[in-house]
């Protein structure tokens, strides 16, 4: 595919496309390739789809989203997906198996919420996250290690929309009110997607089932979710709280963002006993490893092969009276060999040069995420003081209402007392009233305007964080865009030469089969061609243009 990856095994089917393992033959690095499927090839959205997967995915770059390394189309018009090779079980399958601990359940949605912070920080929106979407993997002795999939509808707030207004798109099950009713997906969709999540793990079951779709989604749109005690009577209080809060039919009732969930997460998993099912039990195996690569020679192999063809035509005709189309195809090989030879080492320069562009920008990509990470993560908690403080506003707002009122009536009392000949200790301790009163009114202002002012110094804070936030993301799409077009035409360089490559393999192959059919018959060249069949057994007929050493950043596969 592309010159540049060998398809080894189909592993798999999904909405829009097949997902095959393959390797990367310049670098020898195992990939997850995804291709549209046949029947959909004409349907330009779903192209469009797919294109944004890998700019959605790319641009977050996170540790529990998987990582895109490649995107492109063949000759034959097929748009292909080169993503990160991942071994694990699908969440889908452990609920398959009923309810799951508190404390695992916790871990799993925990690391989705950091995910997704960081998705939503850079105007990603997931909107289909589901339980066939959730990987759970071994890295590094830890289990459930959580691998966000599928970006496939995933949207860029600055993008034009791609699908028709109205549109409903995603899986009913886990499709939060908004999206429903054909709106337009949001952070806190994502959010209502996980509690849908966290009420399936807690209870083992749906909190929203139905055989009929416009059932389910008219469901999701009023109806109010299921405690999930009510199901499965130990489940914590506290995580009850979260779920239900997740699942308000009115997303502002939910939490305010993913770093909300977050803390609230860390919070509660910090209130929990500690338990052992997060690294491998003793004796447990771990998934097999994929099968090695095939092996290829190499392109220094040709110049052997033209060396043997040269002596076998030297013993043939030790006269040196060769037939001229013989001694033409000798001198071919080797011209052949030297070229080839020369074309690998441009390659693999090439190779060289892209593996370091993209390990620069995936540094980039890295520390910007991280700084509009801890950005976001400020101003939600800005924001949060904020609404306080706005509430506290608000109450105090009602008490100098109160107090107004009550000055305004004592006031009018002492007033009144003045008519009514009241004796001198009853005046004065009218007097007293309205003035404790108006001086009441005045501290209560002075508070109001006290709330006010931090109300309003917090509410800048957020706003100017907000603004550092837009300028990075700014920075992002700016060196992302750049740093495409950079890997596009390196990536391009890299196809031009295999391409060349391919013409040098088939051309060598012809000169060899030319030479072999006419040697073939000759007796006294039979050890050497019994050599060359011996070093050519087991390996193809004709070795690829493809570099030995593995240039490329370590994999993050498990």
């Known amino acids: 595919m592309a010159g540049r990856y060998r398809l080894e095994a189909r592993a798999g089917e999904g909405g829009m496309g097949v997902v095959y393992r393959a390797r990367h033959v310049l670098i020898d690095r195992l990939v997850a390739l995804k291709l549209i499927r046949p029947d959909l090839r004409g349907e330009t959205h779903l192209r469009a789809w797919m294109l944004r997967e890998a700019r959605a995915a790319n641009r977050v770059d996170h540790a529990h989203i998987i990582d895109i390394h490649d995107i492109g189309e063949t000759e034959e018009g097929e748009l292909y997906l080169v993503m990160e090779y991942l071994v694990g079980t699908a969440l889908s399958t452990e609920l398959a198996r009923g309810p799951m601990a508190l404390a695992r359940s916790l871990d799993i949605l925990e690391q989705m919420t950091a995910a997704l912070a960081r998705a939503h920080d850079l105007g990603v929106v997931h909107r289909d996250l589901k339980s066939d979407n959730i990987l759970l993997s071994t890295r590094g002795g830890r289990k459930d290690f959580v691998k966000i999939l599928d970006f496939g509808l995933a949207h860029l707030a600055m993008d034009p929309r791609l699908a028709p207004k109205g549109a409903v798109f995603g899986t009913p099950e886990y499709m939060s009110p908004e999206q429903a009713r054909g709106e337009e997906a949001v952070p806190q969709s994502d959010l209502y997607a996980l509690g849908i999540l966290f009420f399936e793990m807690l209870t083992g079951q749906l909190p929203f089932r139905s055989s009929d779709r416009e059932t389910l989604l008219e469901m999701q749109r009023a109806q109010a979710a299921p405690k999930p005690r009510a199901i499965k009577p130990d489940v914590l209080p506290a995580a009850e709280v979260i779920v239900l809060k997740l699942l308000e039919k009115d997303r502002r009732k939910r939490f305010q963002d993913a770093h909300h969930l977050h803390e609230e997460l860390k919070s509660l998993q910090r209130s929990i006993p500690s338990t052992a099912w997060e690294v491998n039990t003793v004796g447990e195996l771990a ?272």
């Open 287 to 558: 998934p097999p490893p994929p099968p090695p690569p095939p092996q290829s020679p190499g392109v220094t192999e040709w110049a052997n092969r033209a060396a043997l063809f040269s002596r076998m035509v030297s013993r043939a005709y030790p006269s040196a009276n060769a037939p001229a189309d013989l001694q033409a195809a000798v001198a071919q090989a080797w011209d052949l060999a030297a070229r080839a030879s020369r074309l690998e080492g441009e390659v693999a320069s090439h190779t060289r040069k892209l593996e370091s562009l993209e390990r620069r920008g995936r540094a980039l990509r890295a520390e910007i995420g991280r700084k509009v990470e801890e950005l976001a993560h400020e101003e939600s908690r800005a924001l949060r003081d904020v609404t306080g403080e706005q509430h506290e506003a608000a109450r105090i707002r009602e008490l100098v209402q109160v107090a107004e009122r009550a000055s305004a009536s004592a006031k009018a009392q002492a007033e009144s007392a003045l008519t009514q000949g009241l004796g001198l200790v009853q005046l004065r301790a009218t007097f007293e009233r309205s003035g404790a009163a108006a001086a009441l009114v005045e501290a209560r202002k002075e508070h109001l305007a006290e709330r006010e002012q931090k109300a309003g110094i917090k509410d800048a804070h957020a706003r100017d964080l907000r603004r550092q936030i837009e300028e990075l993301r700014a920075q992002l799409s700016r060196y992302a865009e750049a740093l495409e077009e950079d890997l596009a035409q390196g990536r391009e360089k890299v196809a031009a030469r295999t391409r060349e490559g391919l013409a040098f393999e088939k051309a060598f192959s012809e000169v060899s089969t030319l030479l072999l059919n006419h040697l073939k018959g000759k007796p006294e060249v039979r050890d050497l061609l019994q050599e060359l069949m011996e070093n050519m057994h087991g390996q193809p007929n004709t070795p690829h243009i493809t570099s030995k050493a593995n240039y490329g950043p370590e994999s993050r596969n498990p």
